[in-house]
């Protein structure tokens, strides 16, 4: 199914507005879907601040903050913030990288 929506021309970076906003890389990782990640990539998807933390890219976090990402805040379930694993500390009132 997967590939057929690639192929019939979905969006890789949807707006996903039935899933509470998280682009398709987050779903990959809530999925554990490694395969479907890397077409994803490969096809050019987004990386923004959720999927750099997701990806575990403290590099690429601490760029995205210096370049002006703001941190999601928590308007419905806090689930982006909380599924993911990084070295650096993201507040929502403050997108500052803080070493833990």
Request: net charge negative.
């Amino acid at each position: 199914m997967f590939d057929e929506l690639l192929a019939a021309g979905a969006d890789i970076n949807g707006t996903n507005d039935q899933c509470e906003h998280w682009s398709p890389l987050m779903l990959t990782f809530h999925w554990d879907q490694p395969e479907m990640r890397q077409v994803l990539i490969d096809r050019g998807a987004h990386v923004g601040l959720v999927e750099a933390m997701l990806f575990e890219d403290d590099v690429l976090v601490a760029n995205l903050l210096r370049a002006g990402a703001v941190a999601p805040t928590a308007t419905h379930r806090p689930t982006q913030m909380k599924i993911s694993v990084t070295s650096i500390e993201v507040t929502p009132s403050r997108a500052r990288p803080q070493a833990r």
